[in-house]
């Protein structure tokens, strides 16, 4: 069964993600990555240049080709759980996780990084936390919760392979 990572930004989704597919024999895919590929421009790039809502079909469009090939550690955006169809879909064919972290701790993170078109006007922090407190309810409907504040990507994976094998036995 696929496992997919969702999480607000700056959570760890692709680094734990590269991981657990690594311990499973499984194929890695990073969503942004995927749709920065084919459209042959970055996220941001694409945010400019066509919206968000393009990139929200982008989106929508890749979790139906993905849910149905086996074998897979999935990688969302931060925004999937946007459109509850995504995280139906993904809930009904995969095992599906939220990383959760503190908006403290993925300031953090995403501090020196500038490829989020979502963070990148006025200040972070702000923007941080009304996104965080206006997907919260969206987060919170994912079936498996992980906190991630504190623990290395090493222990958020280990934690995470711990649940997929209790429940594909139980
Ligand atoms: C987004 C998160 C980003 C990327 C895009 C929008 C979001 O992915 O999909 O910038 O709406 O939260 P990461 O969560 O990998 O940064």
């Given at each position: 069964m696929n496992i997919v ?12 993600g590269?991981?657990?597919a690594?311990?499973l024999g499984f194929d890695f895919v990073d969503m942004?990555?995927v ?26 469009g890749l979790v139906g080709e993905l849910c149905a090939r086996p074998r897979l550690v999935i990688a969302t ?12 879909d993904f809930?009904e064919n995969c095992f599906v ?74």
């Open positions: 990572l969702t999480g607000f930004m700056g959570t760890g989704k692709t680094s734990v590269r991981l657990l690594k311990a942004d990555a749709i920065e590929d084919r459209a042959g421009r970055s996220i941001s790039e694409i945010f400019a240049a066509e919206g968000e809502d393009h990139f929200r079909k982008l989106e929508r955006g931060g925004g999937i759980v946007l459109d509850p169809r995504n995280v139906e809930v996780v939220c990383l959760n972290a503190d908006p403290a701790t993925i300031l953090e993170r995403v501090a020196r990084e500038g490829h989020r078109p979502l963070l990148e006007c006025g200040d972070k922090e702000g923007r941080i936390r009304s996104i965080m407190s206006r997907r919260a309810d969206m987060y919170a409907r994912v079936p498996h919760q992980i906190d991630t504040d504190g623990l290395s990507v090493e222990q958020v994976a280990a934690d995470i392979l711990l649940e997929y094998n209790r429940c594909r036995i139980g």
